[in-house]
């Protein structure tokens, strides 16, 4: 029995599909800016993918060493931080800038975070910190122009809700916030800055209140979600934490979020599959098919979507060698594509006119999105972890297509763009030769599969399989533009 999904090409656009999503991309921890390989996994992303910004951690603080104290007297080095900025800028992008950590000579305090000891304390004296921010910001606005800073975008710290990062309280993380707000709209009314940047959706309306209240100016809300959020203890199991979670828990949050912003552009600046470092479906099609149906979800509600992260050059605790590492990226340690940057790919290629498309299933669903002479329709079938899933045939048929059509798939699931099946049945080697890097890369590649259809009454009917955890981009091309009558 086959699931049908109908989509009328006449009809008019029912939303608009802004490519919020390539808004910005995560990494991890700044000084990694500074790696070659680094470098040429962010090109290769902004290349291909469409990112625009990066975000990462601890520009101000060590090794990055933009403020020390020797002899009780300041000394401050940007050169790091300009090296970082001068590459963005030269293949294209910009940063997304947040304003972390607290260099020693500013801290209150000695607790740490992560293995490069990121002091996280609030400022010791808040009027010395904000002097800092404007001296360092006000560098760049003389070195790069205050009309290209004003395109960047500036976040406050880090995740203050959770105490790992933040031993203040949530009073002091909003005045530290004010501060900070203040310092830049000082160098600048433009320059952008936002809020909190908690985890798991916090604070947002009470952070909305105490800005509105206290006349702090502030241009977009910032936070950050995943799908383990809220669900068991940190010490149960990632697979457990996602059987337990909602299958689109994260449009739920998203949508209490864009209504607390108060009409502000909401960013999330972190998500995955999964908040687990170490997690093997990062490397595998289910997180393909999970942030395919997450980010499309998520269209209206946000303003940037920004992945955690392009790569798995990233060692927050450490720097595992092993290709498949179940790290956070979209590209592993090799550049080696996972599934989830072919979803990436796949998004990217997309038009901006979503058309509606009727039909109801409880594992697949199905978005088709039109671009001058042709349409793509996104397929996903994607279910939770211990939840029940099963291969689908599929149905989709588009009225009022034009008869001369040309159509073809592309596939992720566990035998196609899958490397990390090959890198098992290779033995999984800790280590890669470069032939074996150049078959799995070849392994990771989307393969465009013609297909033909049934065309009867204008209609053109497409019939294929959808394994689970599959994403299936089927386009057809015709030989005039479609749109409405």
Known sequence: MSITFICDLTSAAVASLDHFWEHTVGSGH????????????????HDELGFQHVRFHGILSYPMDTLITQNEKPLYSFFNADQ??????????????????MPLSLSSGDTRVFHYAANVTPPADYKKWANFIKKIVSHWAERYGIEEVRQWFFEVWNEPNQPQFWTG????????????AKALKQIDKEIKVGGPV????????????????????????????????????????????????????????EQDVFRQANGKPVFYTEWNSSSNPRDPLHDEPYAAAFVAKTILEANGLVDCFSFWTFSDIFEENYFPSVPFQG??????????????????????????????????HATVDAWAIRKDKSITCLLINHALP?????????????????????????????????????????????????????DLEAASRLIREPISSHYVDNTAIFEFKMPPHSVVALTAEFDKTIGEK
Request: hydrophobic residues 35%.
């Open 30 to 45: 700044a000084p990694l800016a500074l790696r070659s390989d680094w470098q040429n996994q962010l090109k290769k992303s």
């Open 84 to 101: 970082i900025f001068d590459f963005l800028l030269r293949i294209g992008m910009k940063p997304l800038v947040e304003l972390s950590f």
């Open 169 to 180: 309280s949530q009073e002091d993380y909003f005045k530290f916030f004010g501060v900070t």
């Open 198 to 253: 908690t985890s798991q959706n916090a604070w947002i309306a009470e952070f909305v209140d105490y800005c509105d209240k206290n006349k702090v100016e502030y241009d977009f809300i910032s936070t950050h979600q995943y799908p383990t959020d809220a669900f068991g203890e940190v010490s149960d199991k990632t697979i457990d934490q996602l059987a337990a979670s909602r299958r689109s828990i994260m449009r739920e949050n």
């Open 327 to 360: 790290g956070f990226g979209l590209l592993n340690i090799h550049g080696i594509p996972k599934p989830t940057y072919r979803a990436f790919e796949l998004l990217h290629h997309l038009g901006n006119e979503l058309l509606l498309v009727d039909g109801l």
């Open 386 to 438: 211990k939840h029940r899933i099963e291969t689908e045939n599929i149905k989709f048929t588009i009225k009022n297509a034009p008869k001369k059509c040309k159509a073809h798939l592309e596939r992720i699931d566990e035998d196609h763009a899958n490397p990390k099946k090959l890198w098992r049945e290779m033995g999984k080697p800790d280590y890669l030769s470069r032939e074996q890097v150049e």
